[in-house]
């Protein structure tokens, strides 16, 4: 294809060409106006003259013509695939491909678009202004989108040259139900009551017998879910208390109705952190010791601990005369502590205390009650341990895993971790919190003890045994509570560096909490990490190796995953979820959850197709929305500027762009032509002008 075009080159500026040529014009019409008969030659000339000026030239291009694009977004995201929308997509495709084959000089440009990464939902028009920046501007004659119109990112709606068309999947007589969490706390106090705000809504072509009260199951962890009737359309406060601490899992669900759209919006998994509101621990020291302020100091450096503590420095068996109204002393409140408040502890921990008469049966029974109805106590057993006031000479043996010999040893000796204790999360890895022995053989190289009162396990875990393999810290579970006894008063002689001292503040800090029951220190545990789609298992045992345990996906699938030895008594194994949802975690009688994904995905927000979000989008280009329910829209081309859209069809529009393959320039004023026909112009117009 070949085109032409005049060019303009002048060798003045064009203000002074714009005066010359205003002077030149008025001095020929007051030539004209005296009657001078050569004004017309006068005109001619200084016409060639200033054409001369201007420089006109004649520019012959060789074009080649370019094809249009067409630019096609095709939506395949969660959304899409519901209701059918799926097939209406792939039909779709089909036929608008067809369609721009058929054209001439038409090309195709299509990208596929998934769910966004990190729940970001459906970004089409990312996806479409990267397409256009991808293309020449000037060949983009139209775009079309085949979606439901549900789209994330509106704002980044590109400005296109050609129209926007939207080809919308689903039905007119789709309707969904929802689940919808507006407000869900990331932490909780273990025992209060935390409310969870929610809605079940209702949208689309909902039929007349929908509505009213609709089931809701409320489940934590693994437990059953609990059923409640709920209205729709209506705000509603949900109260829970957490039981433990650590990740609660709350899964919310609303009955499916039979012909709703979806379900995948029909569920919420809720992630609450249970953490416990200061810490009650009653601390009681039957005497002063070297240890006692050991355990003050530990326990009142951990910020979530509330301390009570008394020291018996006066019992009742001392007589010396002294007036009690003379004594800076106070009494020991024993039965506001162990008959009315009891229960308000969390722990209760007996330091070197013995029977003195202080605490009658009656009290030490409750505490064995206490302990069996959830409670703990933990015992750090001195010489008065062994002797006939002993602790374990009352009801408290009950729960007491081991029984004194009454015989004490006092020698020096290095506390080891016994095979049950080098699994055991309270004391687990404390071996490598101390230096190596000066002599470089095996063992934790922390300081010595110089104390043991001999204790027979009767049942229980020992963890920690002193010389001879006889057993220094016993850990038992009694009913719904915890025991610990810790068979010396020597764990003080590590918190003062004795031989490079010992992770006594840890091993302390450990017991206490797994007495009280911290999740990160149970010793069966089933539990489970999550990092997008990938999980990490980890299965704690004091036994032997665990089977593999049983994966149970959102819709039922069944899996396992075999778990290998990474620690003494910890077992690790990895699987990669296919789906967002809740996956049950089963292994012998341990069961647990986890929640993969998003608490409410965003495709799944809104369900109902609608055009309203790029409706302003595709009015800018005069372009249209078809339901494909109403059948497969014709392919037009229209030219620009014309509405692009219309029953039944939707139209592109032709650019008619090009590429210059060649370039010819041609003056259109030989200079020296000029120069000769502009004097002779001027002398014919003197001679014409010389014979009058």
């Not at 609450?272 to 240890?291: F, K, M, Q, W, Y």
């Amino acid at each position: 294809m070949r085109a032409g075009d005049i060019l303009l080159a002048p060798l003045l500026p064009w203000p002074v060409l714009w005066v010359a040529c205003g002077l030149s014009l008025v001095l020929v019409v007051l030539a004209a106006w005296r009657g001078a008969r050569g004004w017309w030659l006068r005109g001619l000339a200084a016409t060639a003259l200033l054409v001369a000026i201007a420089n006109p030239s004649w520019q012959a291009e060789e074009r080649e013509a370019l094809s249009d694009i067409v630019l096609m977004v095709v939506d395949r995201s969660a959304s899409q695939q519901i209701g059918g929308r799926a097939e209406q997509t792939g039909a779709a495709v089909e036929r608008i491909t067809a369609a721009i084959e058929a054209l001439p000089d038409t090309e195709l440009r299509q990208i596929t678009l998934r769910d966004g990464a990190e729940d970001a939902g459906t970004l089409a028009m990312t996806a479409l202004a990267e397409l256009a920046a991808a293309e020449p501007r000037a060949r983009i004659a139209g775009a079309i989108l085949i979606s439901d119109g549900l789209v994330h990112d509106i704002e980044r709606a590109p400005d296109l040259p050609a129209p926007l068309h939207l080809l919308m999947t689903g039905r007119e007589t789709d309707w969904d139900r929802r689940l919808v969490l507006n407000t869900a706390p990331a932490f909780a106090i273990v025992g209060e009551e935390v409310r969870l705000s929610l809605r079940v809504e209702e949208s689309g072509a909902v039929p007349a017998e929908a509505g009213g009260l609709v089931t809701l199951s409320i489940g934590i962890d693994a437990q059953a879910p609990i059923p409640v009737q709920v209205p729709v359309g209506q705000d509603l406060d949900l109260p829970l208390t957490l039981s433990h601490g650590g990740m609660n899992v709350i899964r919310l669900e609303v009955a499916t109705a039979p012909d709703e759209l979806t379900d995948r919006n029909n569920a919420a998994v809720v992630q609450i952190n249970g953490v416990r509101d200061r810490l009650r621990v009653l601390l009681v020291s039957g005497e002063p010791h070297a240890g006692e302020r050991t355990w003050r100091n530990l326990l009142k450096s951990d910020s979530s601990v509330d301390l009570v503590h008394f020291t018996i420095l006066r019992p009742p068996e001392k007589q010396d005369g002294v007036p009690v109204t003379e004594l800076a002393l106070i009494a020991f409140p024993t039965r506001e502590l162990f008959l009315e408040k009891v229960d308000e502890f969390d722990l209760i921990i007996f330091d070197r205390y013995k029977r003195r008469g202080i605490l009658p049966m009656l009290y030490l029974e409750n505490v064995r009650n206490y302990v069996e109805r959830g409670g703990a106590i933990l015992v750090a057993a001195g010489p008065d341990f062994a002797s006939a006031d002993s602790l374990y000479h009352s009801p408290l043996a009950e729960i007491l895993p081991a029984a004194p010999t009454a015989r004490v040893i006092e020698e020096g000796y290095r506390p080891a971790l016994t095979d049950t204790g080098r699994k055991h999360p309270v004391t687990e890895g404390l071996d490598r919190l101390s230096p190596p022995l000066p002599d470089g053989s095996e063992g934790p190289g922390w300081g010595r003890w110089f104390r043991l009162i001999e204790l027979q396990a009767s049942r229980g875990d020992v963890v920690m045994s002193g010389p001879g393999e006889r057993p220094l810290l016993v850990l038992d579970r009694v009913g719904e509570g915890r025991v610990a006894l810790l068979g010396s008063d020597h764990a003080w002689l590590w918190s003062r560096g004795f031989e490079g001292g010992g992770p006594q503040l840890e091993l302390l800090r450990r017991l206490a909490h797994w007495t009280m029951k911290e999740p990160d220190l149970e010793e069966e545990a089933l539990s489970a990490i999550a990092e997008g789609l990938d999980v990490t298992l980890t299965r704690r045992t004091l036994g032997e190796a665990p089977e593999p345990v049983e994966v149970t996906a959102p819709d039922g699938q069944v899996t396992t995953v075999p778990l290998s030895e990474t620690a003494p008594g910890r077992y690790s194994g990895r699987f990669t979820g296919e789906e967002p949802g809740l996956y049950r975690l089963v292994e012998g009688e341990l069961t647990s959850v986890v929640a993969l994904g998003p608490a409410a995905p965003k495709e799944f927000e809104q369900t109902i197709a609608t055009d309203s979000t790029l409706a302003p989008a595709i009015a800018a280009g005069r372009g249209g929305v078809m339901r494909l329910e109403e059948g497969l829209p014709r392919l037009r081309q229209v030219r620009e500027g014309r509405a692009a859209a219309g029953r039944g069809w939707i139209g592109i529009t032709p650019r008619g762009a090009y590429m210059t393959a060649g370039l010819t320039v041609m003056p259109l004023a030989a200079p020296l032509f000029v120069l000769l026909l502009a004097t002779g112009l001027m002398l014919g117009a003197w001679l014409r002008e010389g014979r009058h």
